[in-house]
């Protein structure tokens, strides 16, 4: 099963509690570690989470500084975590506006967890579908006979992906809002979406598990009619 997470919500937390946005963020990476033990111990195969879109470069730069703080803080101290418990850290997006410091952090964290073989943590950072389709598109514009398969493999390349990411069963977003933003559009073609009101750093185990309950509930047709309709067609 392959989950992704729009996490948002995080600056309303704060500023609800007449806090600084940072606050926010520090409070929304508790969360990230208590959901990724979470979806590890329900044998989530891959867990997509989106930390930084490309847009969010237009954020006050003391802001993208404290985010990419964090994800320094969050390599050093949970890789280990994550090998102790067999999980494989990927790190997916634009690798090319980072710094040198933060590249080699994240080459370590995947070195360090490459023969993990639980769960796959996919953590998005300066990512945008929009650009890595395109690119995709304009590496594969001189071959013919391109199929799904090998679409797919390239835009795993260009995503810096250790493996061609599999559909994404259950897309989760907190925060309120009802859209995608440029995150997985590919993988997302058929996800079930589940949009929550909830700030990211007061999303919990309970309200994890509730979204996987109705996932579970629902019927995943992929095109096709369901079982119902066909016994009902079958005896017309």
Not at 88 to 107: C, K, Y
Not at 136 to 147: G, K, M, P, S, T
Not at 213 to 222: H, T
Request: charged share 25%.
């Amino acid at each position: 099963m392959h989950i992704a997470i729009i996490m948002d919500g995080n600056g309303r937390w704060a500023s609800r509690r007449r806090l600084p946005r940072s606050a926010g963020h520090r409070a929304g990476a508790k969360t990230v570690n208590a959901i990724v033990e979470a979806a590890a111990r329900r044998g989530v195969d891959t867990l997509s989470l989106y930390a930084f879109s490309a847009a969010n470069w237009q954020r006050p730069k003391a802001e993208v500084s404290a985010l990419f703080a964090l994800l320094r803080r969050y390599l050093l101290s949970q890789t280990q975590r994550c090998l102790e418990q067999s999980i494989r850290i990927n790190v997916i997006g634009r690798r090319d506006r980072l710094s040198p410091t933060l590249r080699d952090l994240i080459e370590q964290s995947e070195v360090v967890t490459a023969q993990c073989t639980g769960m796959l943590l996919r953590i998005a950072v300066d990512y945008s579908a929009q650009h890595s389709l395109m690119t995709a598109c304009r590496r594969l514009q001189a071959h013919e006979d391109v199929d799904r398969a090998r679409f797919g493999t390239e835009l795993a390349a260009v995503d810096h992906s250790v493996i061609a990411a599999p559909d994404v069963d259950l897309l989760i977003r907190t925060g309120g809002e009802q859209r995608l933003s440029d995150f997985l559009l590919w993988e997302c073609a058929y996800a079930e979406l589940s949009f929550l009101a909830t700030l990211w750093p007061d999303f919990d185990d309970k309200a994890f598990d509730q979204c996987l309950q109705d996932f579970a509930s629902r019927d995943r047709r992929f095109g096709r009619i369901s079982s119902g309709d066909a016994k009902q067609l079958s005896h017309g």
